[in-house]
């Protein structure tokens, strides 16, 4: 029998068939650069991920899960045990008691957390308020509920070593009769700010005068760093343990950031029951429920969380200063970094001396001609023109890799 050949498909069946709804995002950042760094052999500093592997007790407990016949799906909410290990989590840092049984939804990461909070919570006719620059995530989770969007600019520091910062009262003014939410996320990809006390009080002040949801994204709270002359990091405080914020927050986590097992996409959110509803209502018709093995897995994990970040932070703060340094040597300003896997530097006069327009022509040349990927971040801004002089570095990788790419980046010196 001949095999049929397949035909050439007419040109109009051939072009991307996405809905308006997605079909501006194109391709992710992420997905582009990891790509783009493969094919010039760059050191890959775009995509936040660690190089390496997570903690060994992880892997052990996962495979003895799956041998042991976990592989079913697991209840939508999570299995038991991973719930009661983020509530023990929790109350360990000090926060409030939860009940794991009706405050805790496990997810597929906190991507899915995100998306889930997001369509789950808002209606068409809702607006959120997000910080730019931004994880991209947050502008996609407004797609999948299809709301709109108020976009808050966290300003870049005057010197290099301050903080971004907010005004609260351009925060106040984004705040219209349809904005049921804030959208908050520290630690802070892609700036590394980690948001202070009296920051977190101007947002809750205004989330309880106006009725308004908290979404606190907290996926790196496990990794602050110290800073360059070893002062202590900033703390890491969860806006629902601010007064009269425990019943209006969502807060979303993951094991990914903190542990280095970002494939394993165990996220969850944690909310009161009235709020946890529209993330579970969400959630039950976009995976139902995350891997039954990794989440066992995961219990180890959390159960020892402290300690286990705790050479994560030791290494990521020792790569955040050598780069750092490498990148003043280069030509790049180096911003302040508190946390995450990330730091921002700006690079006009290094671009304005090769003649390169903006973020994304200085990435491309980055990748290509140094061999150190990097991600344009204008794609964490609504208005574009506010990330066009800047560019973000992962640093969570091993301490070869970051030398590696600081040999590269001295090159550049040398020119
Ligand atoms: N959060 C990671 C980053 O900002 C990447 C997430 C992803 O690839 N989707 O780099």
Same mark, same amino acid.
């Given at each position: 029998?001949?095999?049929?050949?397949?035909?050439?498909?007419?040109?109009?069946?051939?072009?991307?068939?996405?809905?308006?709804?997605?079909?501006h995002f194109g391709?992710?950042?992420?997905?582009?650069?990891?790509?783009l760094?493969?094919?010039?052999?760059?050191i @890959?500093?775009?995509?936040?991920?660690?190089?390496?592997? %997570?903690?060994?007790?992880?892997?052990?407990?996962?495979?003895? $899960?799956i041998?042991?016949? &976990?592989?079913?799906?697991?209840?939508?909410?999570?299995?038991?045990?991973?719930?009661?290990?983020?509530?023990?989590?929790?109350h360990?840092?000090? +926060?409030?008691?939860?009940?794991?049984?009706?405050?805790?939804t496990?997810?597929?990461?906190c991507?899915?957390?995100? %998306?889930?909070?997001?369509?789950?919570?808002?209606n068409?006719?809702d607006e959120?308020?997000?910080f #730019?620059?931004?994880?991209?995530?947050?502008?996609?989770?407004?797609?999948?509920?299809?709301?709109?969007?108020?976009?808050?600019?966290?300003?870049?520091?005057?010197?290099? %070593? /301050?903080?971004?910062? *907010?005004?609260?009262?351009?925060?106040?003014?984004?705040?219209?009769?349809?904005?049921?939410?804030?959208?908050?996320?520290?630690?802070? @990809?892609?700036?590394?700010?980690?948001?202070?006390?009296?920051?977190?009080?101007?947002?809750?002040?205004?989330?309880?005068?106006?009725d308004?949801?908290?979404?606190?994204?907290?996926?790196y709270?496990?990794?602050l760093?110290p800073?360059?002359?070893?002062?202590?990091?900033?703390?890491?405080?969860s806006?629902?343990?601010?007064?009269?914020?425990? &019943?209006?927050t969502?807060t979303?986590?993951?094991?990914?950031?903190?542990?280095?097992?970002?494939?394993?996409k165990v996220?969850?959110?944690?909310?009161?029951?009235?709020?946890?509803a =529209?993330?579970?209502?969400?959630? #039950?018709?976009?995976? *139902?429920?995350g891997?039954?093995?990794?989440?066992?897995?995961?219990?180890?994990?959390l159960?020892?969380?402290?300690?286990?970040?705790q050479?994560?932070?030791?290494?990521?703060?020792?790569?955040?200063?050598?780069?750092?340094? =490498?990148?003043?040597r280069? %030509?790049?300003?180096?911003?302040?970094?508190?946390?995450?896997?990330?730091?921002?530097?700006?690079h006009s006069?290094?671009?304005?001396?090769?003649?390169?327009?903006?973020? /994304? $022509?200085?990435?491309?040349?980055?990748?290509?001609e140094?061999?150190?990927?990097?991600?344009?971040?204008s794609? *964490?801004?609504?208005?574009?023109?506010?990330g066009?002089?800047?560019?973000?570095?992962?640093?969570? +990788? +091993?301490q070869?890799?970051?030398?590696? =790419?600081?040999?590269?980046?001295?090159?550049?010196?040398?020119?």
């Amino acid at each position: 029998m001949t095999q049929q050949q397949p035909s050439a498909a007419p040109q109009h069946a051939t072009s991307p068939r996405v809905s308006r709804r997605f079909a501006h995002f194109g391709q992710s950042v992420f997905a582009r650069y990891t790509a783009l760094a493969a094919q010039h052999n760059a050191i @890959n500093l775009s995509q936040g991920f660690p190089d390496f592997d %997570g903690p060994e007790v992880a892997k052990l407990a996962a495979k003895a $899960a799956i041998d042991a016949g &976990h592989n079913q799906y697991a209840p939508m909410a999570g299995v038991k045990p991973v719930r009661d290990a983020i509530a023990g989590m929790w109350h360990d840092a000090g +926060k409030f008691a939860i009940d794991p049984d009706t405050w805790i939804t496990v997810t597929c990461g906190c991507s899915e957390a995100i %998306g889930c909070t997001m369509a789950g919570l808002l209606n068409p006719e809702d607006e959120v308020i997000i910080f #730019q620059p931004y994880f991209d995530f947050y502008e996609a989770g407004v797609a999948w509920a299809g709301c709109g969007a108020k976009f808050v600019t966290l300003h870049a520091p005057r010197s290099a %070593g /301050e903080p971004f910062t *907010f005004d609260a009262a351009e925060l106040e003014r984004a705040i219209t009769p349809r904005t049921r939410a804030i959208l908050l996320n520290t630690p802070h @990809n892609p700036t590394g700010k980690v948001f202070t006390r009296s920051e977190l009080e101007a947002i809750a002040r205004l989330c309880i005068a106006h009725d308004l949801v908290c979404i606190s994204d907290e996926v790196y709270e496990h990794l602050l760093l110290p800073g360059p002359d070893g002062a202590p990091p900033p703390p890491h405080i969860s806006i629902a343990t601010l007064p009269g914020m425990q &019943h209006r927050t969502i807060t979303l986590s993951s094991l990914g950031k903190s542990f280095s097992l970002t494939g394993w996409k165990v996220g969850w959110a944690i909310a009161p029951p009235h709020l946890g509803a =529209a993330v579970r209502a969400a959630h #039950q018709f976009m995976t *139902f429920s995350g891997s039954t093995p990794m989440q066992h897995g995961a219990v180890a994990v959390l159960r020892d969380a402290a300690a286990l970040a705790q050479p994560l932070v030791s290494l990521f703060a020792r790569n955040r200063d050598v780069l750092s340094a =490498a990148l003043a040597r280069a %030509g790049f300003v180096p911003l302040r970094s508190d946390s995450t896997y990330f730091l921002m530097a700006d690079h006009s006069a290094l671009s304005a001396r090769q003649g390169l327009a903006d973020d /994304e $022509a200085l990435c491309q040349w980055l990748t290509r001609e140094v061999g150190v990927a990097a991600i344009p971040p204008s794609v *964490f801004y609504a208005d574009k023109h506010l990330g066009r002089s800047l560019v973000r570095f992962a640093f969570c +990788k +091993k301490q070869s890799t970051i030398d590696a =790419a600081c040999e590269r980046l001295a090159k550049l010196a040398a020119r």
